[in-house]
């Protein structure tokens, strides 16, 4: 995560000489949670699917990543594009960062990351997506999308952009922070 820095920092507002050890971190405070509170956490995380099996999707996921970035083509990269934003942002939105969120500590590190994934930006980017809303800027360097600011179907949709680089960190934002708390929950 290190090459994130300047994002986590500005835009996770995680402490700076907290960001080269937000594994470590999230895992301690993951540790804190009581032992009854780990009890509900795993059961919803793991109602329907195990939290197992949820852990194995993100192992696959990674073993995805791993071939497409060693064969590059433009199909490829659109095929990556759109199940690396899923993973991250739909499936691990639901199955894990909604869910946690609730059990941590205010302004614990866990926490900045979980409300950051589901707040605006990434909340209206993740809508955009699950309501296909979304397209390739025309040279390909961001995504433009459409969504509400809020909740309500009443509020126009208004038109959000965000750059390859900026989507990157939030991508491994979120890979990051779920990995460790469904490694964490496991143990």
């Not at 795993?42 to 109602?47: G, P, T």
């Not at 791993?66 to 993973?87: E, G, K, L, T």
């Not at 950051?116 to 296909?132: C, E, T």
């Given at each position: 995560m290190q090459e994130w820095d300047s994002f986590l920092i500005n835009?996770?507002?995680?402490?700076?000489?907290?960001?080269?050890?937000?594994?470590?971190?999230?895992?301690?405070e993951i540790a804190r949670i009581p032992k009854e509170s780990k009890k509900e956490i795993?059961?919803?995380?793991?109602?329907p699917i195990p939290m197992e099996?949820?852990?194995?999707?993100l192992r696959a996921f990674q073993g995805w990543m791993?071939?497409?970035?060693?064969?590059?083509?433009?199909?490829?990269?659109?095929?990556?594009?759109?199940?690396?934003?899923?993973?991250c942002f739909v499936y691990l939105g639901?199955?894990?960062?909604?869910?946690?969120?609730?059990?941590?500590e205010p302004g614990s590190?866990?926490?900045?990351?979980?409300?950051?994934?589901?707040?605006?930006?990434?909340?209206?980017?993740?809508?955009?997506?699950?309501?296909?809303n979304w397209k390739y800027h025309d040279d390909f360097s961001s995504i433009i999308f459409y969504a509400?600011?809020?909740?309500?179907?009443?509020e126009p949709m208004i038109k959000w952009e965000v750059s390859g680089k900026d989507l990157g960190g939030?991508?491994?934002?979120?890979?990051?922070?779920?990995?460790?708390?469904?490694?964490c929950l496991k143990s």
């Open positions: 835009e996770v507002k995680i402490p700076k000489d907290k960001t080269h050890q937000i594994s470590s971190l999230i895992a301690e795993i059961s919803s995380i793991s109602n099996d949820r852990l194995e999707e791993d071939i497409a970035h060693n064969h590059r083509s433009p199909y490829i990269s659109r095929a990556q594009v759109i199940v690396q934003n899923y993973v639901e199955a894990c960062f909604k869910i946690l969120k609730k059990y941590l590190v866990a926490k900045k990351c979980c409300n950051y994934l589901l707040n605006n930006p990434v909340r209206a980017f993740r809508n955009a997506l699950a309501h296909s509400r600011k809020g909740d309500q179907a009443s939030w991508q491994a934002l979120a890979r990051c922070t779920a990995y460790t708390i469904l490694t």
